[in-house]
Structure formats: structure tokens, C-alpha cells
């Protein structure tokens, strides 16, 4: 088993050095200029090559790259004179538009992107799964019906409405959260209310859009479970309707469901850009589409790309390891 | 500067330095209320912007910013005088005791520091923290996007100093900026006769740094205070809080009228939410330092009840088609000429918000409110031919010239299979006007294509030369009340934002030579006279057309007084401001 996740590991770490490589190689071929765009309006061609030194992009890609891996163990020095500066490794670079290293700025906004994801994740369960098997239980009924509703509300909602609603037409219409506090950062341990003053319409916007689909996964995999051959054999040895949902049912239904809860969970820590915006949340999404979309600001760029992709490749660990211990054909494989 | 719409961030108002020199600049807008203001209070700004584009004084260089940081932030030299109206307009010693005293055919330039003007931490602010400021500009490696004038301007041959990190050629450095014996008056020796040099000492970019607190490029987040607050956080995407500097003297600053107790700027309000606050009225003491969104500006100036706390202003912009003129591009006089006349310019302006909101047409790239150096010019939007809704079948006559005089430029516009390309930022607005644009070209038989470039990056590729097309969309602003920040910066080869190419342009050689000459002018109104005539030579060769003379629009809450808008910096006269 150890030897198995050793080479599980192994093949996780090459991935991201593969993604981070890949992603200077784009940026590399892409036309854009961040050199040009740092230096004015009275750009002249050696203001232009000033700029690309200091921005690190006078040398080859391949340069740019090993510069790079050697800051995350290194860490990197910039500028000279009283504007030296060091940023200590893990050094993912300095970002000139943020004026900070990166490895700080994703230390700022991670917490806000977890926040968020986390407080989602557990509406959106809690939501999805109990509204799914009670559908499920009342087949056909009205309980079922209005599922089904809420399901084709929730799937066709996109956030950046349901966001817009709930923050206009119940945050600020009852002056729930004063728009001068929404979106600061509160410390769950020492402000728990603060915190979810701050978190709990954010996360109701993830949560609807996901609670939906889960509904309608839970729901189809109950009714599918309870049709199979095991749970009749459960109802013939005489065990009680609860029980057979609770120990064989749900099991069974719900072991898929987790582990794409997993990954889109997963999937969240990289940023939800959409609702980050509109709660005007400082997370990691807001931070890297600025980096693409205005600043080109590459070492965001690679920070929040590996950063993202690290949580989706590490959760598929997590779920491979899992499924190498519950079923141990996968570790002869 | 040129033009920042909102989203092309880096140039639109960094023309905000404007000195409107004429009256009725105010389109319409309430005289601020006649009662006296209060001291105290918590003074709050919403924008949907991440955060200031700078905020170390030497990288400043937007129009909103430079007025705000001015007003409660940092001092300069000089300023402008605090007053709603054209005498805004002028100047007045700020951290000098007067306006400058200039000297040598205005190729020397002294100022006196007023006695007990003081840092933050309570120490006195010296000639040596003024020239140090100054000498930032030079490290363009570190302290990047602002202003370059001190480099133009000074007697140091270009690129030979490389600014106080390096400090490679410092010796040129000390010989162009001198200091007194008594560490208060400094002396500029400049390189050619700048009448106006004392307007450029309005911007923060000849403001004082206190060198042992310079840290390079992060003072773009702690720079250190020499007004009337000074920064307590300033956290990008969140919140800059200012509180008072207790160091901060009203004797030697007799401009400046710090009311509020403390100012937050909250940042990345979602647009939607930052118009209901102030089309609700729902925090009285909000300023908003955006625009509304077109459809909420709409309603609000359509709402009499909102009258006594809004603004629309000509702003310090024009907006226009710039025509790249270099071979086989738009270089055939008629063809430009074809394209302005069939343009459906009503449409257009419709399009953004109507002549209310948007602007009028305009006949000059110099705007009306610089006063001395405008001019009505003759032809273009004043050609007896010219209609606003576009006129197809004049496009056709001028078109039929082109064919014999340049047919390969007439056979590009009007090949179905060739075409001219324009470039234009892509946004929402942009491929609607895209529509209109095409659809008149398309009535007087030109074919058009259309470039959309991001808006992150529009101007730093319609800036370079190989990937410009034939008409780009450009805007600019005067950095001052002179249209030499105007016209040698948009129409010669040396100029920051020339988006025509003309330098092999026939008419180019006679147009610089003057414009040469009107720049080193150092009687006022002879350099003016200058101007008209260029801007006039401009209009003829059809370098830009379709001038827009833009407006903007500025709102506020009802518990915030003293609102009104400083012609020359083009913005809020935020240091009036106080609440309720």
C-alpha cells in the first residue's frame, strides 16, 4: 500500500512541475506584452526593455521556468539599492501590480476562497442529499414534484443571477449585511459572526446552483439502489424501512455522490470567480482573473493554476487511495 | 493622456490635469448647498475598481486619483487653487510660497518651501526630500507608469541618469536639480524654455519623498504623508482608510479644509450593488468615484429628486478615430475623408448614452475648455456637406477622386475581398458600435473589418506600429490648461500616444517644424495662436476624425456636502467635501 502511494505521489508532483512548465510555455507564445504595459504612456523602447528585465522576461522561457523552481526552494531577491527586496521561499515570485510576493497574496486570499467553498460545501450536502432522499422516498408525490422544481431552478439559475438577487433583493433590500462590511474578512476564530455575517449569502449562491444538481443525483441513486436485488433481500428478512435506507440504501446511493463532492470541492478552492465578484470577496478567483484578464501577471498566473490544479490532482489522490482501500483490486492494478 | 474607458485602465484619466480655462463647463449640476460645512465623520468612497491604479505619487497618473491623493494625501510644489469654477483653474503655492519664479528665458525654474511644512512623523519637509521625489521618475525600472516630464523637461541628456537606486549620473542630476544652502529652495535648470513648467510641478510626480522612507516599489502602498491625512491600511481589493495626519498644519496649508474624520475608499463594489446605494440613497455619507452604469445614470438624472446631488460635466477628454496614415494603410486623403462623411456620428452617440451623457460632436483635438489654445476650425464637422446621421452619397464623390488619385487605397476600401480594419476595445459597447460603424461604410460602398482587442491591452498594441490597422479608436485629455500637452504628444513621431503614423506623411515635415516652434514659444498668446493653426492643419489631413467632446456624470448621497467639481483636475473637489 505504501509503495502504491508513494508512486501515487510521485506522479501528482510531476503533473503540477508539468502544469507549471506548460503554463509558462503559453504565456510565453501568447501576443501580449506585459512589459509594454507596465511602462506608460511615454513608452519608449528602453523604458519597454527596463521594464521586461524587471518583470524577469528578458531571458528564454526555459530561464523563466528554472527561475522559478529555484525560487519555491530558494526564494527570490528583486530591484537593488533601498528598493531590494527578498521574498522568501516558497517564493511563487513577486507580483509588480500587487506590489507583493505572490506567496503572500495567495496566503491573503486563500483563506476567503476556503471560506467560501467550505461553508458551500456543507449547505449544499445537507441540502442536496436530504431534499434528493426525500424525493426519492415520495416518488411521484408532491415532496417529489416540487423537487423536480427546484432542480430546474437551480440547474438554470446561473450564480452571477441568483447572486445579484440575493445580494439586492434580500441582503440589501433588509439590510442584512450594511454593503460597507460586505465582503470583509472576519477571523472565524475570534469573530465566528462576523464570519458568516460575512459568508452565509455567498455560500446560499454556490450552494443553490450545487444543491440542485445534487438533489437530482441523490434522488435518481436512491430510487436506483432501492430496485436492486440486495435491499429486496433486506426487506425479506423482515429489517425495518429505516434501517434498510440507512445501513444498505444510502451507503450504497451515496458513495458516488461523495466523490464528486470531492472534486468539486475541489474545484471550488480554485476560485469562484463569479460569486467572489459579486460579494466582493477577496479570494483566489478574483486574484488570478485579474492576472489573466488585465494585468497578465504571470507569476499569479502560475501560483493560482498550480494552486488550483494541486487541490483538484490532490483530491484525486485522496479519492484513489480511498478506493485502494476499500476495493484491493485497484492496488494490484 | 489618452483615453481610459472603464475597462482600459492605464490611460483615460490620467488626463485629468486639465486647466479648463473657460466658464460653463458644468452641464448641469447643483451649486453645492450654502450651508457651512462640518468637521467629523466617517467619509465613504464606493468603486468597483480593485484598487488605486497607484498610489506612490511619482507612478500616479490618473485624472481622479492625482485629485484625490492632492487633496488629502500628499503636497506638491504648487496646486491648483481649491475652488469650484473657472478660477480653479489657477495656481497657488502649495508647499512653495508661491508659483514658481522663473528665470533665464523660463529655462530656469525656483521655488521657496514655506516654513514648517511637515512629514507625517513631524519632520521638516526639505529641498533634498523634493529632489529626491523628482529623481524617482528617473529609476523607470522600478517606479513605472507615471509621468515622464521631469525627464523631458530637465537639463539631462536622455537616458544618461537612471534615477536614486542606481544612481548612474548623478552628477547630471545635481547639476539639473539644485538645492540652497538653507535646504529650502529648489532650482530646476531645464533643457528648453518651459513657460508652463510650474503646471507640471501640480503633479504628484515632482512631490516630495522622504528618501529613508522610500522602499522602491512598495511605497505604492505605504507612501509617507505630507497632507492633511495620512494612510492607517490600504488593502487592494478591500479598503484604504485615511486618518488625520496629527503632524498636519493648517498655517502652513492654507488650501486645504480636512472636514471628515476619516476617509474609507471601499474597493470591488459589484457594479450592481455600487448603483443601488446611490440610486437608493442608502449610505448617506457615500461618494461614488465611478461613473453609474448607463442604464441607472439614465433614471438618476431622470429623477428631480436626486437634483442636489449629481453632476454632469464636460470632462477633459476627446474621444476620436485615429487615421493610420503610413503607406499602405490609410494613406489617401479622400478615402479618410470618405470614411468621416459616411459615418452616421448621431448613432454612435446615441449608442453611449446620447448627447446628455455622451458628448458632442467635436471639430478639433483640442477641447473648447482649454480656452486660449481652441479655436473653431473650419471643414470637417463645419463642411456644408457633413451631416450627423452620415452622408453616403458625398463618401461616393470623394470615393470616385480616390480612384484615380490613389487607386490602390481606394481598391483596399472598397474590394469586398480587402477592406479596412479598425481597431476597437472589445467591449459590449464597441460591438454594437461595430454594427452602426459597418453599416454606414457599408451605404457609401467601404468595406470595413473590425479588430477587437482586448481592453487590458488596446493601447499598448494600437501603440505599436507593426500591429496598428488603419483606424484605431483613441481618446485623450491636456494635462494642463496648454495644448502642448496635446498636440505634439497625439500628431509627432516623439509624442507618447501618436496613433496616426504620420511621420511619412507629406504634410508631416512642415506640421512638426511648427509644432517645434510653438512648443519653445514662450509668449503665451503667440503659442496659442500656434495651436489653432495646428489643430487646424490636423483637421485638414484628416489625422483623426470624429472628434467627440465627452462628458461624465458624478453622483453622491445625501448626507455628504460641499460636492463640486474642480475644472482642472477634471474630478471631485474632494478636499470641500464633508459630511453632514
Not at chain 2, 547639476?175 to 540652497?180: F, G, I, N, Q
Not at chain 2, 457615500?286 to 429623477?303: E, H, I, W
Not at chain 2, 464597441?430 to 482586448?454: E, Y
Request: charged fraction near 20%; charge should be positive; include cysteine.
Amino acid at each position: 500500500m505504501l509503495k502504491y502511494i508513494g508512486r501515487r505521489v510521485a506522479y501528482t508532483l510531476a503533473i503540477l512541475v508539468l502544469i507549471s512548465l506548460v503554463v509558462y510555455l503559453i504565456f510565453d507564445v501568447l501576443p501580449m506584452d506585459p512589459a509594454r504595459l507596465t511602462c506608460g504612456k511615454t513608452c519608449r523602447p528602453d523604458v519597454v526593455e527596463a521594464n521586461r528585465h524587471r518583470l524577469g522576461l528578458d531571458v528564454s522561457v526555459w530561464q523563466q521556468w528554472w527561475r522559478f523552481i529555484v525560487g519555491l526552494f530558494k526564494g527570490r531577491d528583486y530591484a537593488e539599492g533601498v528598493a531590494a527586496f527578498h521574498c522568501p521561499a516558497p517564493s511563487f515570485g513577486y507580483s509588480f501590480n500587487r506590489h507583493e510576493c505572490v506567496s503572500k497574496l495567495i496566503g491573503q486570499a486563500f483563506p476567503v476562497t476556503f471560506s467560501l467553498a467550505l461553508g458551500a460545501f456543507v449547505m449544499w450536502l445537507a441540502l442536496g442529499v436530504s431534499l434528493g432522499v426525500w424525493a426519492a422516498r415520495n416518488k411521484g408525490k408532491f415532496v417529489d414534484r416540487a423537487s423536480t422544481t427546484f432542480v430546474l431552478v437551480g440547474t438554470s439559475l446561473p450564480t452571477f443571477i441568483s447572486g445579484i438577487l440575493i445580494l439586492l433583493f434580500i441582503v440589501v433590500k433588509f439590510n442584512l449585511v450594511s454593503p460597507i462590511d460586505l465582503g470583509k474578512w472576519h477571523n472565524p476564530f475570534t469573530d465566528p459572526f462576523g464570519w458568516i455575517k460575512t459568508f452565509f449569502f455567498p455560500c446560499l449562491t454556490l450552494a443553490l446552483a450545487y444543491a440542485a444538481s445534487y438533489t437530482r443525483f441523490t434522488r435518481s441513486n436512491v430510487i436506483e439502489t432501492t430496485a436492486e436485488d440486495f435491499i429486496r433481500t433486506a426487506k425479506a428478512k423482515g429489517l425495518s424501512a429505516r434501517t434498510i435506507m440507512r445501513k444498505h440504501t444510502l451507503r450504497a446511493a451515496l458513495a458516488p455522490i461523495v466523490t464528486i463532492a470531492g472534486l468539486d470541492f475541489a474545484g471550488l478552492l480554485g476560485g469562484a470567480i463569479i460569486t467572489e465578484g459579486i460579494f466582493n470577496l477577496p479570494g483566489l478567483g478574483r486574484l488570478s482573473i485579474r492576472a489573466v484578464l488585465q494585468d497578465y501577471d504571470l507569476p499569479v498566473i502560475v501560483a493560482t493554476t498550480l494552486l488550483a490544479a494541486a487541490f483538484v490532482v490532490f483530491m484525486n489522490l485522496i479519492v484513489d487511495i480511498l478506493y485502494a482501500f476499500i476495493d484491493p483490486r485497484v492496488r494490484v492494478a | 493622456m489618452s483615453l481610459k474607458k472603464s475597462t482600459v485602465r492605464r490611460f483615460l484619466a490620467s488626463g485629468a490635469a486639465l486647466a479648463l480655462a473657460v466658464s460653463g463647463v458644468i452641464v448641469s449640476a447643483t451649486a453645492p448647498a450654502n450651508a457651512a460645512p462640518t468637521t467629523g465623520g466617517t467619509l465613504y468612497y464606493f468603486t468597483h475598481q480593485e484598487q488605486f491604479d497607484h498610489v506612490d505619487p511619482q507612478r500616479v497618473y490618473v485624472g481622479r486619483d492625482i485629485a484625490f491623493f492632492n487633496s488629502y494625501l500628499y503636497r506638491n510644489l504648487v496646486m491648483y487653487k481649491p475652488v469650484t469654477g473657472p478660477a480653479g483653474s489657477s495656481l497657488v503655492g502649495d508647499l512653495a510660497t508661491n508659483t514658481g519664479v522663473p528665470s533665464n528665458k523660463a529655462k530656469t525654474w525656483k521655488f521657496t518651501l514655506r516654513p514648517g511644512v511637515t512629514w507625517e512623523d513631524g519632520s521638516a519637509i526639505t529641498c533634498a526630500d523634493v529632489k529626491y521625489g523628482i529623481s524617482r521618475t528617473f529609476a523607470q525600472d522600478v517606479i513605472t507608469d507615471g509621468p515622464t516630464y521631469a525627464i523631458t523637461m530637465l537639463d539631462i541628456p536622455a537616458g544618461k541618469y537612471k534615477g536614486p537606486y542606481s544612481k548612474e549620473g548623478q552628477d547630471l542630476y545635481d547639476k539639473a536639480v539644485t538645492c540652497s544652502k538653507d535646504n529650502r529652495t529648489v532650482t530646476f535648470n531645464l533643457s528648453r524654455s518651459v513657460a508652463d513648467f510650474n503646471y507640471a510641478m501640480t503633479y504628484p510626480a515632482f512631490s516630495p519623498v522622504k528618501a529613508t522612507k522610500d522602499t522602491g516599489d512598495k511605497y505604492d502602498l505605504r507612501p509617507f504623508a505630507s497632507g492633511p491625512y495620512k494612510l492607517d491600511t490600504y488593502n487592494i481589493n478591500d479598503e484604504m482608510h485615511l486618518v488625520r495626519n496629527p503632524n498636519w498644519k493648517k498655517a502652513s496649508d492654507p488650501n486645504r479644509n480636512p472636514y471628515p474624520d476619516d476617509i474609507r475608499v471601499r474597493f470591488g463594489v459589484a457594479e450592481d450593488l455600487r448603483d443601488s446605494i446611490f440610486t437608493d440613497d442608502s449610505i448617506k455619507n457615500a461618494v461614488n468615484l465611478d461613473g453609474l452604469k448607463p442604464v441607472a445614470n439614465k433614471a438618476f438624472f431622470a429623477n428631480p429628486a436626486n437634483a442636489d446631488r449629481r453632476l454632469n460635466v464636460y470632462d477633459p477628454y476627446v474621444r476620436y478615430g485615429a487615421m493610420n496614415v503610413s503607406a499602405g494603410k490609410m494613406d489617401c486623403l479622400e478615402v479618410r475623408q470618405a470614411v468621416f462623411f459616411a459615418i452616421n456620428t448621431q448613432a454612435l452617440i446615441d449608442l453611449s448614452g446620447g448627447r446628455e451623457f455622451y458628448g458632442d460632436p467635436g471639430d478639433n483635438p483640442v477641447k473648447p475648455v482649454l480656452g486660449l489654445d481652441y479655436a473653431p476650425t473650419t471643414g470637417n464637422i463645419h463642411d456644408p456637406a457633413w451631416k450627423i446621421t452620415g452622408n453616403p452619397d458625398k463618401a461616393k464623390e470623394l470615393l470616385a477622386t480616390a480612384k484615380t488619385k490613389c487607386p490602390t487605397t481606394y481598391d483596399k476600401a472598397t474590394n469586398p475581398a480587402k477592406g479596412i480594419t479598425y481597431d476597437l476595445s472589445n467591449t459590449a459597447t464597441n460591438q454594437k458600435a461595430s454594427v452602426l460603424i459597418k453599416d454606414a461604410l457599408t451605404l457609401a460602398g467601404i468595406n470595413v473589418k473590425f479588430n477587437f482587442i482586448p481592453s487590458g491591452q488596446y493601447y499598448s498594441t494600437i501603440g505599436d506600429t507593426t500591429k496598428q490597422s488603419d483606424i484605431s479608436a483613441a481618446g485623450w485629455g491636456a494635462d494642463w490648461a496648454n495644448a502642448s500637452t496635446v498636440i505634439p504628444e497625439l500628431f509627432t513621431k516623439e509624442g507618447g500616444a501618436n496613433y496616426t503614423q504620420n511621420w511619412n506623411d507629406p504634410a508631416y515635415a512642415a506640421f512638426k517644424a511648427k509644432s517645434d516652434k510653438a512648443l519653445a514659444e514662450t509668449d503665451r498668446k503667440k503659442q496659442a495662436a500656434m495651436w489653432k493653426e495646428l489643430s487646424q492643419y490636423v483637421m485638414d489631413q484628416y489625422w483623426i476624425i470624429r472628434p467627440i467632446f465627452s462628458k461624465g456624470q458624478f453622483v453622491w448621497n445625501s448626507g455628504v456636502g460641499g460636492v463640486g467639481y474642480w475644472e482642472p483636475q477634471g474630478n471631485f473637489l474632494f478636499t470641500a467635501i464633508y459630511v453632514k
